[in-house]
């Protein structure tokens, strides 16, 4: 639930940052130099480009958390049961074990996004962000390929 708070408290911050880089953009444009009309042209750029980031990341973990949800309903949700140290990290040597359990596991059965999704968590616990983001970004994917049309 913090981490939820947090994402939307810094979305909100990066909106009013967009809204507040918009706003100069326009000024500098409508004032009508030689300068300033190129230079607020930039400055909306960036808004604009920090804006779309923001929309990715957000449909990206509304996609991840449904299809959780699902796979939740399932019973196949990966269970999270792995060694942890002291600092309340995974044991890097668990991870990596079950980690080559998930990646036999999708490799045995490509087209499924359950594979995947159970892979990405597995790249997550093994502290590979890249990967486990490359993995669910395929789960999400196959699931929509996959689904019915009412969906």
Same mark, same amino acid.
């Given at each position: 639930?913090?981490a939820?708070?947090?994402?939307?408290l810094?979305?909100?911050?990066?909106?009013g940052?967009? !809204?507040? /880089?918009?706003?100069?953009?326009?000024? *500098?444009? %409508?004032? @009508?130099?030689?300068?300033s009309?190129? #230079?607020?042209? $930039?400055v909306?750029?960036?808004p604009?480009l920090?804006?779309?980031?923001?929309w990715?990341?957000l449909?990206?973990? !509304?996609? /991840?958390?449904?299809?959780a949800r699902? *796979?939740d %309903?399932? @019973?196949?949700l990966?269970?999270?049961? #792995?060694?942890r $140290?002291?600092?309340?990290?995974i044991?890097?040597?668990?991870?990596?074990?079950v980690?080559?359990q998930?990646?036999?596991?999708?490799?045995?059965?490509?087209?499924d996004?359950?594979?995947?999704?159970?892979?990405?968590?597995?790249?997550?616990?093994?502290?590979?962000?890249?990967?486990a983001?490359?993995?669910m970004?395929?789960?999400?994917?196959l699931?929509?390929?996959?689904?019915?049309?009412?969906?």
């Amino acid at each position: 639930m913090r981490a939820r708070f947090l994402y939307f408290l810094m979305s909100a911050a990066l909106v009013g940052y967009f !809204l507040l /880089a918009g706003q100069r953009g326009v000024l *500098l444009i %409508a004032h @009508g130099t030689w300068v300033s009309v190129p #230079l607020g042209a $930039a400055v909306l750029v960036l808004p604009l480009l920090g804006a779309w980031f923001l929309w990715r990341s957000l449909r990206f973990v !509304l996609d /991840a958390n449904r299809l959780a949800r699902e *796979l939740d %309903a399932e @019973g196949g949700l990966p269970v999270d049961d #792995l060694p942890r $140290a002291p600092s309340g990290r995974i044991q890097r040597e668990a991870a990596d074990a079950v980690f080559a359990q998930r990646r036999a596991e999708a490799e045995a059965h490509p087209e499924d996004w359950r594979c995947w999704f159970r892979l990405a968590v597995a790249y997550h616990d093994a502290r590979d962000t890249p990967r486990a983001r490359k993995a669910m970004q395929h789960a999400i994917a196959l699931h929509a390929g996959s689904a019915s049309p009412e969906h």
